[in-house]
């Protein structure tokens, strides 16, 4: 049996463009960014003389897109580019990026054109802050799309059945090297007590994978006259929206309360374990997300990592986590805490290096839809779309 790729297809609802495309997910790797690539393909009957083109965008939204305050739109680009790709400005050939590209000509005939998108190194990753159930404004997001449509010029109108839009995700996996493993640790003094309480907590590496546990362990030497009654330790994620506002929230994403306690003049030792998960957290309000929590690919949100010279405010949102450990501690006029930061990184691990078969792969079409929860509402990435059927497959080749 040949070794199967699978291709994603959309087509819009008149049926004069179609796009087709090898994968959905961009990765990012600090240094370079994966390119886009794809297929178009035109019915040039259909078109009644119009042009094709092809845009990529990435769109910063905050709110609904119907929402002003003070003239400020709650909506903005922060970067778009269009191609023409029909009537084609160059030889097919040339346009060929990929080898998918090259199938998928072979294939589709000679009203199939290529596109092709290169990232500028100054945008964010895909992030989208996570609404309440009852919610059904637009969330807060970070999103890049592909949008293919058929009009007399770049600028004229384009009615929707005549476009197609499909959302794409740009993704970052954990750097290749290794940092140093943080460990933070405080002395806190207390009145009425002549020595001190002494904490520290450390993890074993600084860069967690999504799925992973995380160890933290607490060295607790309680020098003081005090007793701490309580240990609760956390991993909180943080999200600075930067872009419109300053909003920062702080969401404890993974969260134990052990109960421990360390009386004084006594000593502790001990490894706590947490796991950070969507799954836990598909309930709460604006918790950060790699995409949409419709898609059951999603889950929290990647660590940010910013190039250098890259200002944070063209980002929009930025993504960090920390363990929190914090201690309660009882007196005669009430309890007190003392609190650990302790920051780390939570993201992809690079998969491996995928080798290409020199053999022809078969190309298995699949309409252009993430795998949606149960009980969900059905996204079609653009009102007027279809996707997939009978009566948008590809021309059988000869």
Known sequence: MSPK????????????????????????????????DGIILVDPGALQGRKVFVTLSCTFRY????????????RRELYVSTRQVYPPLQDRDRGIHSRTQAQLLRKLGECAFPFFFEFPDNLPCSVAMQPAP??????????????????ESPD??????SSVTLTIRKVQFAPESEGVAPSVETTKDFVMSEKPLHVKASLDKEVYYHGEPITVHVSVTNSSSKNVKNIIVSVDQITNVVLYCNDSYVKSVAIEEYGDSVSAGATLQKTYTLLPLLANNRERRCIALDGKLKHEDTNLASSSIVKEGVLKEVLGILVSYRVLVKLIVGGSLGSSEVALEVPFKLMHPKPDAVKESEE???????????????????????????????????????
């Not at 961009?26 to 240094?31: A, E, G, I, N």
């Not at 969900?376 to 997939?388: L, P, R």
């Open 5 to 36: 790729n699978v291709v994603f297809k959309k087509i819009c609802k008149d049926k004069s463009v179609a796009v087709y495309m090898g994968k959905r997910d961009f990765v990012d790797r600090v240094d370079s960014v994966e390119p886009v």
């Open 63 to 74: 709110g609904r897109d119907d929402v002003n305050v003070l003239g400020i739109a709650f």
């Open 134 to 151: 009852h919610d059904v404004d637009k969330q807060c997001a970070v999103e890049f799309e592909i949008r293919a449509f058929s009009a």
């Open 156 to 161: 004229a109108k384009v009615h929707k059945r």
């Open 360 to 398: 022809e792969e078969e190309v298995v079409f699949q309409e252009f839809q993430r795998s949606y929860l149960k009980g969900m509402m059905e996204d079609n990435d653009g009102e007027g779309n279809v996707s997939g059927g009978e009566d948008v497959a590809p021309p059988t080749e000869k």
